[in-house]
């Protein structure tokens, strides 16, 4: 290994290729965390140079860099192991550079520019050569625009483009003078003043540690130590590099996996930042947490994900040369991936499932399971979901849509009755081997592996515990609002007419109590209590109780509720009926003939409007 610091005349200006891998990562630096901090040490070394008439040396971090075997009769050529981002967005300011000279009609400063970005014509043999830096597949065609640019509106917008434009911008700004602090601006500088300063400072006043490594160096190895504790890179760009250097020693053909089984990852999609849980990551992370968990069998920490992959791999290789008499029992529902192509297709077939979750089909069973999913706040159902979605979408929807019921209604039971969450991911864990054993993946196979457990923290609360939670349970108290009502929402949903069409429920609807629950102002004690302390301290006990329970409850627009409060049952009522279109409040509405089994609401009737949420409860999950 071979490190020395180098400015970048001393990098670029030879004949001399320098070639970004497929399997790195995409360009993603950004104009706030990278770019503007880049550009102010760059500004204050510009205003430096002018106003002391010499340049101070600036250093940019390092690069690692692997050279290639020359093809015969072609440039010198090496592969960067670390430090693209860096080595492309150096190249965005000398194009920008290039392209600012050649707009003021310097012919001079356009050539030196250019000469460090662009390898002569003559001295090339394939098209990609000519570029000094060549960046990742999903990056060369930005690149090679930028580099051919004519007009800045023949530019699309990617992160590469918007780079090139942010450079371009200050740099337009710092040699017109705008940018310049009052010291630098006593005396007018000219053009060809600024232009000197610029190519000083860009071509011998920046300087990178270059790091050449030999023979011997293990570039896997150092590429994991430099990204694989505390830097930006993602898990899934270790994973990448990981199994696109072993094709590489395996001789395949890389370019055509990358386009086969990877180049979806290259998305933006997958790098956006999603919350699940209580934890913010990016959707690549998470897809890979859950993907692993499936294949292994065994929970994967998030912190560890690229440790646990390669884990995956290697282990995956070692029982593949094992006797068949040594084979462990193999997967009846998932894949075995072995071979490094089978692990990419492997990664992409179950993308495509977890995809699924990401952009579900309007008002479909699969989108309001994921809404509700959000209520019961776990995500270690996902792996049995992907496994799931893989298995029976499409060709077998209904059967899904069947699994998904069954799920949901294990978890919500279990949230409304107040049963522990804590050992979610041992027992769906265990619920996929069983099932893996069975070798059919159906509701029914489902239903009967969570029915068998027992304990409260595995089992599946029967209809007779559902029922005494939603009736005697104070749920108000128990459970966080935005579970109850998501429990409420659902009760409304299945109690719409059939044949109405499906409205989305407004997203301001508050949890409202029928009977207040500052009650002593307008729904008195009634009288037979009133004389018997006793008496009177058991009754305030359990209306204190039954007001918090699911029968008292109910939901309302956020207008409606301050002038609701703490009215009387005789004025509350009217004015439910008046105001809401719910389902779940048709309940309230008067009787317009014969006896109104609702002219008193107390805690009877909350009993009463329990059932009648138990029953449609039960509807939407039954046991």
């Known amino acids: 290994m071979d490190a020395k610091a180098r400015d970048l005349n001393q990098i670029f200006d030879g004949t001399i290729s320098f070639q970004i891998p497929l399997f790195q990562r995409p360009y993603v630096w950004s104009k706030e965390k990278n770019w503007e901090p880049l550009w102010d040490d760059i500004q204050g070394l510009l205003d430096y140079d002018l106003q002391f008439g010499r340049h101070r040396k600036h250093f940019l971090g390092a690069v690692v860099l692997e050279q290639l075997r020359n093809v015969a009769g072609s440039i010198e050529a090496h592969q960067v192991i670390d430090g693209q981002q860096r080595f492309t967005t150096l190249q965005l300011i000398m194009l920008a550079a290039r392209d600012l000279a050649k707009r003021l009609d310097n012919e001079k400063y356009f050539d030196r520019f250019n000469d460090l970005v662009t390898n002569k014509a003559s001295k090339v043999d394939y098209e990609h050569e000519k570029y000094k830096v060549w960046p990742t597949n999903r990056d060369r065609d930005a690149f090679k625009a930028l580099h051919e640019l004519t007009t800045d509106a023949d530019l699309t917008a990617n992160t590469m483009t918007d780079g090139y434009r942010y450079f371009s911008s200050q740099l337009h700004s710092w040699i017109s003078g705008v940018l310049d602090e009052v010291e630098v601006t006593e005396q007018a500088i000219d053009t060809e003043e600024r232009l000197a300063a610029l190519w000083k400072v860009i071509s011998s006043g920046l300087q990178v540690v270059v790091i050449n490594l030999g023979e011997d160096d293990e570039s896997q190895v150092i590429f994991e130590t430099l990204n694989a504790r505390g830097t930006q890179l993602l898990p899934a760009d270790l994973v990448k590099n990981y199994l696109f250097r072993k094709a590489q020693t395996e001789a395949r053909d890389i370019e055509g996996l990358y386009k086969r089984h990877w180049s979806a990852f290259d998305d933006k999609f997958w790098r956006k930042e999603v ?230 429920l407004p997203s301001d609807l508050t949890i409202e109590h029928v009977m207040p629950v500052k009650w002593e102002l307008n729904w008195p004690i009634p009288q037979e209590h009133l004389t018997d302390p006793e008496a009177k301290l058991q009754f305030t006990q359990l209306r204190d109780q039954r007001l918090h329970t699911l029968g008292n409850l109910t939901l309302i627009t956020g207008s409606l509720n301050p002038s609701l409060s703490n009215d009387s049952w005789q004025k509350k009522r009217p004015e439910l009926a008046k105001y809401s279109k719910l389902n779940i409040n048709r309940y309230f509405y ?3 003939e014969g006896e109104d089994p609702l002219a008193q609401w107390n805690e009877d009737t909350i009993c009463q409007r329990g059932q009648v949420l138990y029953e449609a409860a039960s509807r939407v999950w039954p046991y």
Do not use: W
């Open 590 to 592: 008067p009787v317009h």
């Open 275 to 504: 919350t699940q849980g209580r934890a913010k990551r990016p959707r690549i992370d998470l897809f890979l947490q859950h993907y692993l968990t499936l294949m292994m069998r065994e929970e994967v920490r998030p912190a560890h994900l690229f440790e646990s992959f390669k884990e995956y791999v290697e282990n995956r290789q070692a029982l593949a040369e094992l006797s068949e008499e040594q084979q462990p029992l193999k997967p009846k529902l998932t894949v075995m991936p072995v071979t490094t192509e089978e692990q990419l297709k492997a990664l992409s077939r179950y993308a495509q499932a977890f995809k699924t979750f990401a952009e579900p089909p309007a008002n479909s069973r699969l989108s309001i399971f994921l809404k509700r999913l959000e209520a019961v706040d776990t995500a270690t159902v996902y792996p049995l979901l992907l496994l799931a979605c893989d298995q029976l979408l499409p060709a077998k929807r209904q059967e899904f849509e069947r699994f998904l019921t069954v799920i949901e209604s294990f978890l919500v039971r279990r949230m409304v009755c107040g049963l522990t969450s804590k050992n979610y991911n041992r027992l769906f864990l265990d619920v996929i081997r069983t099932l893996d054993r069975e070798g059919a993946l159906t509701a029914e196979n489902l239903k009967t592996v969570l029915q068998v457990s027992d304990g409260d923290s595995v089992r599946f609360p029967t209809d007779d515990e559902f029922k005494s939670s939603i009736l005697y349970r104070p749920i108000y108290t128990a459970l966080a609002q935005y579970k109850i009502r998501a429990v409420l929402e659902a009760i409304d949903q299945e109690q719409a007419d059939r044949k109405s069409e499906h409205l989305e």
